[in-house]
Antibody, heavy 116, light 107 residues
């Protein structure tokens, strides 16, 4: 079964950092680009960023709202995707979803709450 | 950046109704559009990709059309399980962008 399982969410103060993880199984993770998408409470979906595969040099793309603060990475040997979230703001409070490109498989999400 | 304007933001309809949701892109995105369905408390589900290709397992009452800057999602005969939130996403240019969503409620 194709599966994505996120972890690492929690409560963090403004200005703090969190590293979110996503464990993939049931498919050849290394072949795929991977995205992060987030959803603030009661709000719509927001695309956060992408990491390409090794064949495309693991290059990344980011939404303007997180560029310079978030860093997406992956470890194909561990079938894992990560996002290092730094300088967190209250508006970063959201459920963060790990998504396989072409956005056909989604994890259940991990919740990040940025609050003092 | 490309802005996606989705309309309506909310609507009420009855079982059996035909419903259309529209997404307009601020510039030409060719057919690089995906529709998602999200029921409350659930993970988004891809319904349609490449504007009009139905995801495997999605009922044929769902259809998508359009090109360039205007796109529609149509549900030909609403079923109780279709009452949900719907989002479009453009993936023509980075950063990708979602529409603000359409909440489809029971009348």
């Amino acid at each position: 079964e194709v599966q994505l399982v996120e972890s690492g969410g929690g409560l963090v103060q403004p200005g703090g950092s969190l590293r979110l993880s996503c464990a993939a199984s049931g498919f050849t993770f290394s072949d795929y680009y991977m995205d992060w998408v987030r959803q603030a409470p009661g709000k719509g979906l927001e695309w956060v960023g992408r990491i390409r595969n090794k064949a495309n040099s693991y290059t990344t793309e980011y939404a303007a709202s997180v560029k310079g603060r978030f860093v997406i990475s992956r470890d194909d040997s561990k079938n894992s995707l990560y996002v290092q979230t730094n300088s967190l703001k209250t508006e970063d409070t959201a459920v963060y979803y790990c998504v396989r490109v072409p956005l056909d498989v989604w994890g259940k999400g991990t919740t990040v709450i940025v609050s003092s | 950046d490309i802005q996606m304007t989705q309309s309506p933001s909310a609507m009420a309809a009855s079982v059996g109704d035909r419903v259309t949701i529209t997404c307009r892109a601020s510039q030409d995105i060719s057919n690089s559009l995906i529709w998602f369905q999200q029921t409350p408390g659930k993970v988004p589900k891809r319904l349609i990709y490449a504007t009009s290709t139905l995801q495997s397992g999605v009922p044929s009452r769902f259809s998508g059309s359009g090109s360039g800057t205007e796109f529609t999602l149509t549900i030909s005969s609403l079923q109780p399980e279709d009452f949900a939130n719907y989002y479009c996403l453009q993936h023509k240019n980075y950063p990708y962008s979602f529409g603000q969503g359409t909440k489809l409620e029971i009348k």
